[in-house]
């Protein structure tokens, strides 16, 4: 088994904190995920470890939304691969999303371990 240390490292970004725990606890073998319960504590991690290249962001969250955050992220860090992970289909959010080629994924919650993980894989290779 390998040690959290040399897993690769996501961000995932969500307010509610149930959500965090799952997605750590359902890759703790393949994935150290450091966790942020709002945009500003996760541009915070991201200024202070800048070797996380693969964001993953709930979209409704208070303050700041998921695509205002990815929108931020892109401007300090351009290179890195940002997922919007959701209960609601925003279509709109969507669409401005990709024609700005700000979100390399939407997805919905609840998700599927298999494909969620194939989609964090794909944008480990982009």
Request: glycine share 4%; with cysteine; aromatic share 8%.
């Amino acid at each position: 088994m390998a040690r959290a240390v040399d897993l690769p490292r996501i961000l995932y970004v969500d307010d509610e904190s149930i959500n965090l725990e799952l997605l750590q606890i359902t890759f703790m073998n393949e994935l150290q995920v450091i966790t942020a319960t709002s945009a500003k504590e996760g541009l915070e991690i991201l200024n202070a470890h800048p070797d996380i290249h693969v964001i993953i962001s709930d979209l409704k969250m208070p303050s700041m939304n998921g695509l205002d955050f990815i929108k931020e992220i892109k401007k300090r860090y351009r290179d890195k691969v940002c997922m919007l992970l959701t209960g609601f289909v925003e279509s709109e959010i969507m669409l401005e999303g990709f024609n700005k080629e700000l979100i390399f994924r939407y997805m919905m919650k609840p998700w599927k371990r298999d494909e969620l993980m194939e989609n964090i894989r794909e944008a480990f290779n982009r």
